[in-house]
């Protein structure tokens, strides 16, 4: 079956400390891959994704690499801000036929960014 | 855009009461998605639907649970009679079939006492 699988949480962090949240995926074909950020009182938002193996998505100086060897897509920053502490979910999508799968989600990493 | 659209932002009720849950996804959206999050369970898929059709309604927990979507524009997530534990978040996503983001309501927080 398909599944996410990324670090727990929380995580604290100092302003302008490096970032790191593993995510691992177990998948049936050739999924997709998305991070997801969730801030205080709102609704998901995706950060960025890949589609492809050895894609790269970044956003908001937030990068992760799509790598089918290690099955892995981990979330990196390097110079975190205080306006960066939500929580993270890694997610991915498999496709059938042409059309979307639903999204599964892994069960997210709270993040906190001391000044 | 205004992006995904749910009422009410808040829900607080007493046991055993009707809720009734509303989203209105994104026009030109023909996938609508509905997850609840709690801290235990995280974010779970309740049911999906293409093209107003319930595709997978696996997630739904109980029969006192249940979804429609009568037109393009509006579905509904109805609790019948609510209980403590139905107590989370509840979203509402859309995303057009032949791409690959969901576009995230802001949520309904409900609180059954």
């Known amino acids: 079956g398909n599944s996410v699988t990324q670090m727990e949480g929380p995580v604290t962090l100092s302003e302008e400390a490096f970032l790191t949240i593993n995510c691992t995926y177990t998948?049936?074909?050739?999924?997709?891959l998305f991070w997801y950020v969730q801030y205080p009182g709102e609704g998901l938002q995706l950060l960025l994704k890949?589609?492809?193996?050895?894609d790269k998505g970044s956003n908001k100086g937030f990068e992760a690499t799509y790598r089918k060897e290690t099955t892995s897509f981990h979330l990196e920053k390097g110079s975190v801000q205080v306006s960066d502490s939500a929580v993270y979910f890694c997610?991915?999508?498999?496709?059938?036929?042409?059309?979307?799968?639903?999204?599964?989600f892994g069960k997210g990493t709270k993040l906190s960014v001391k000044p | 855009d205004a992006g995904v659209i749910q009422s009410p932002r808040h829900e607080v009720t007493e046991m055993g009461q009707e809720v009734t849950l509303r989203c209105k996804p994104i026009?030109?959206?023909?996938?609508l998605f509905w997850y609840r999050q709690t801290m235990m369970r995280g974010l779970e898929l309740l049911i999906y639907?293409?093209?107003?059709?319930?595709?997978?309604d696996s997630g739904m927990p109980e029969d006192r649970f249940s979804a429609k979507m009568p037109n393009a524009s509006f579905s509904t997530l109805k609790i019948q009679p609510s209980e403590p534990r139905d107590s989370a978040v509840y979203f509402c996503?859309?995303?057009?079939?032949?791409?690959?983001?969901?576009?995230f309501g802001p949520g309904t927080r409900l609180t059954v006492l």
């Open positions: 997610a991915l999508s498999v496709h059938y036929g042409g059309s979307q799968g639903n999204l599964i």
């Open positions: 026009s030109g959206h023909n996938s």
């Open positions: 996503a859309s995303t057009r079939t032949s791409g690959n983001e969901q576009f």
């Open positions: 639907f293409n093209n107003n059709v319930p595709i997978d």
């Open positions: 998948a049936t074909g050739y999924p997709s």
């Open positions: 890949a589609t492809k193996a050895d």
